[in-house]
C-alpha cells in the first residue's frame, strides 16, 4: 500500500525557514513533486525531483528560496524554505508520479498524494 506521509509544517516569522519531509512507502516513483495551496486558490506547483535526486525543477516563484531534495535510502523527499514570505502560506502537499517528469507542474500528473502540512507565514 502506498503511503505518503508530510512533517514539518508550523508557523514560522517572515523571514525564517522551515523544512517540510515526505516520507514515501509501498514503492518508487518517477518523480516526486511538492504542491501547495492556499484558502481560495488552485493547487500550484511548487518544485519536481527525479527518483535518483539527480535533477530539480522549481516554480519562478520559489527559486532561490526553496530547495527540493530527496534520501534514496529513507525514500524520503525535502522541501527545504528559506526566506519565507506571508504569501507562501499553504497547505503543501507531497505528490508522487509514475510516468511524470521534473517539469511535470499539472496536479493531474501525479497519481499519489500525502494529506498535507499546513504553513504559515506571520508578517
Known amino acids: 500500500q502506498v503511503q505518503l506521509v508530510e512533517s514539518g509544517g508550523g508557523l514560522v516569522q517572515a523571514g525564517g525557514s522551515l523544512r517540510l519531509s515526505c516520507a514515501v512507502s509501498g514503492r518508487m516513483f518517477k518523480n516526486y513533486g511538492w504542491f501547495r495551496q492556499a484558502p481560495g486558490k488552485e493547487r500550484e506547483f511548487v518544485a519536481g525531483?527525479?527518483?535518483?535526486?539527480?535533477?530539480?525543477y522549481h516554480a519562478d516563484s520559489v527559486k532561490g528560496r526553496f530547495a527540493i531534495s530527496r534520501d534514496n535510502a529513507k525514500n524520503t523527499v525535502y522541501l527545504q524554505m528559506n526566506v519565507l514570505k506571508p504569501e507562501d502560506t499553504a497547505v503543501y502537499y507531497c505528490?508522487?508520479?509514475?510516468?511524470?517528469?521534473?517539469?511535470?507542474?499539472?496536479?493531474?500528473?501525479?497519481?499519489?498524494w500525502g494529506q498535507g502540512t499546513q504553513v504559515t507565514v506571520s508578517s
Open positions: 525531483i527525479t527518483r535518483s535526486g539527480v535533477s530539480t
Open positions: 505528490a508522487a508520479s509514475m510516468y511524470g517528469t521534473i517539469y511535470s507542474v499539472s496536479s493531474a500528473q501525479y497519481e499519489y
